[in-house]
């Protein structure tokens, strides 16, 4: 931080907030709200004078509440810049009357209590998203008294506990009376790894940091006995197990199963743990001065806020998601922004300085050619068939296209922006919109040659580039046997396949069509997937109105690992094929083509060459 603090092409902005983010890779437009520090930041040298005057006392949140800062403080020792700040809640101002003493003792005058908020606006070219991440609140888990028993800590305030610049200098303590605790236990994995509470994943850092307090108890404390409650270590870093071998030679006791309830002896305050020990298989009681919770973390609420500015996505535990996990993992969908440290999962330090090194180096490598190289897969609007409806605008998962009804434009593609999913072209009502190399007319004559020849031998698979057609390739490199009379038709996404194409397919004799894509969270273009599910479920109520069964269209999630559920759901393919007849088939064309379907403006096959 402080190396940060002092290079010359870093612009450290501390106390300050992001209100607004737009545009696009290399032309971001960012707005920062700075708040006012009411210290002037480059004359403060941190005396200190103005704290011995500051009447106000309220907690510290750096030692989380164990011990008192004042209004004017400084967040803490090592904070860059060097400076104090005045928290403007709990001041009571500086008209002399009622204080201001701080003003009155700093010789430096370097207190402003005219300083006012300021709004930056930057322009930038990358961004790289470190939110961090939120520690799991116990208080929840009644069972370990953690808002009763005021010897059940967390693993963070043991941590200030145990800091020579702590609340105790480095002293362990109970809180109840100030002694050094004879006994300390730690239970492990308090909000993590469980479907029912807390949070389904494991946190990564708990045990370790666990072996790590325990290493320094034994080496401040020798004869203090010190037990872990676990589920199972997880040691798998460098140099991780040897820590965890000699936690153990110092005498630090593994039990394996986490207790059940923690009571308090009100006599001495001490604690009592009941627990099943699953090595042994018996029930124990065990009992200690201290209890640590070794709580977990989840990703902080204002995450969302920078989701929806920056169009990023989620994963189910609710950090972000990463581009690729294992090609792009500090890569997010949105082209030119990159997430280091636990944005994206929880991370310990080592792993969060190598994804700070590799989203700065990602950062770097785009922009230091001064032009940007986008794909050639990108949409494009014919501005004389644009009816500018809006709804590109809307179905676009990357903001690339702007539309503005009012002003009477056309809508434009941002082809900077726009990573060629294709969903705008499949809802554009008015045909206006072309995905190059994906154009209507190429797929229409990839429709039109798979059903060319026994039309009812034969099933058409529209298959996304990523997940589905991955999944193909995998079942295919297996060896994996399915019914050869498949046809694949590739799309970027799942989103690119529209309406027409589906009907085309069946006016020309499908007897069935399988429409696949990624899972729910897993498509490559952020949520395009759900445009795909939206349609489907559309062209279903239509086939039912037109008297069409709509199981004769299949939706499938497949994703590029699964090559044995590719194979399954080609085999039933080919059983929902074998229950078409040919009559049914020429009803079917008779239907559509009274109801006009494929729409009238498709652009025909012979385009295919565009
Ligand atoms: Fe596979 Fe979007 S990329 S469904």
Redesign the pocket.
């Known amino acids: 931080m402080a190396d940060a603090g002092r290079h010359p092409n870093i612009t450290l902005l501390t106390n300050s907030q992001v209100t607004a983010a737009s545009g696009y890779v290399g032309n971001f437009n960012i707005k920062v709200l700075k708040k006012a520090r009411m210290v002037v930041e480059g004359q403060c040298t941190a005396c200190g004078d103005c704290v011995k005057v500051c009447p106000v006392v309220v907690p510290d949140e750096f030692n989380v509440g164990l011990s008192s800062r004042r209004a004017i403080y400084q967040p803490f020792p090592q904070a860059v810049p060097s400076a104090y700040i005045i928290d403007g809640q709990q001041c009571l101002g500086h008209e002399p009357i009622v204080c201001g003493k701080c003003m009155e003792a700093c010789q430096k005058k370097c207190i402003d209590f005219n300083m006012s908020d300021e709004e930056l606006e930057l322009k930038v070219g990358t961004i790289v998203v470190a939110t961090g991440v939120d520690v799991y609140d116990p208080t929840v888990l009644d069972e370990y008294g953690y808002t009763r028993h005021e010897n059940v800590l967390t693993s963070l305030e043991l941590e200030r506990l145990i800091s020579s610049g702590g609340p105790s200098q480095g002293q362990v303590i109970r809180l109840s009376d100030r002694a050094v605790p004879q006994s300390v236990a730690f239970i492990q994995c308090v909000g993590s790894r469980s479907l029912k509470r807390g949070n389904p994943y494991c946190s990564n850092i708990c045990c370790m940091n666990t072996i790590k307090s325990t290493l320094m108890l034994k080496e401040h404390y020798p004869e203090m006995e010190v037990k872990v409650f676990y589920i199972d270590i997880r040691a798998f870093g460098k140099g991780f197990e040897d820590l965890f071998r000699r936690s153990k030679a110092a005498g630090v006791r593994y039990i394996r199963g986490i207790p059940g309830e923690i009571q308090e002896d009100p006599q001495t305050r001490g604690l009592v743990l009941t627990v099943d020990n699953t090595a042994t298989n018996a029930l124990e009681t065990h009992r200690a001065d201290m209890v640590v919770l070794a709580v977990g973390m989840h990703p902080p609420e204002q995450m969302k806020v920078i989701q929806e500015m920056l169009a990023l996505q989620k994963s189910p535990d609710g950090f972000y998601l990463e581009a690729h996990p294992k090609l792009q993992p500090v890569d997010s969908a949105t082209r030119g922004v990159f997430f280091a440290g636990c944005a994206e999962g929880p991370k310990d330090i080592k792993e969060s300085v190598t994804q700070a090194s590799a989203a700065a180096a990602r950062a770097m490598r785009l922009m230091t050619p001064g032009k940007l190289r986008v794909e050639a897969i990108t949409a494009e609007v014919d501005p004389e068939t644009c009816t500018i409806c809006g709804i590109c605008g809307k179905v676009c998962p990357y903001q690339a296209i702007a539309v503005k009804a009012k002003g009477g434009k056309p809508a434009f593609v941002n082809a900077a922006a726009c990573m060629g999913?294709g969903t705008c072209a499949a809802e554009c009502p008015a045909h206006a919109i072309t995905m190059h190399h994906f154009t209507d007319g190429q797929i229409n004559a990839q429709i039109d040659a798979t059903l060319e020849d026994d039309p009812q031998g034969r099933i058409p698979i529209f298959a996304?580039?990523?997940?589905?057609y991955a999944g193909a390739d995998f079942a295919g490199v297996a060896r994996l046997p399915y019914p050869p009379n498949t046809r694949l038709i590739r799309t970027?996404?799942?989103?690119r396949v529209s309406e027409d194409f589906i009907w085309r397919a069946f006016s020309q004799g499908a007897p069935v069509v399988l429409l696949?894509?990624?899972h729910f969270g897993?498509?490559?273009?952020i949520n395009?997937?759900h445009w795909?599910d939206k349609r489907v479920k559309r062209i279903w109520r239509k086939m039912e109105k037109l008297g069409l069964r709509p199981e004769r269209l299949q939706l499938e999630?497949i994703s590029a690992a699964e090559g044995m559920r590719f194979a399954q759901v080609m085999q039933r393919m080919e059983e929902l094929r074998a229950g078409v007849t040919p009559e049914e088939i020429a009803q079917t064309k008779v239907i559509l083509a009274q109801a006009g379907l494929p729409g009238e403006k498709a652009p025909p096959a012979k385009q295919a060459a565009g």
């Open positions: 999913c996304c580039n990523w997940c589905s970027m996404c799942s989103g696949s894509g990624c897993d498509c490559h273009y395009a997937n795909t999630w």
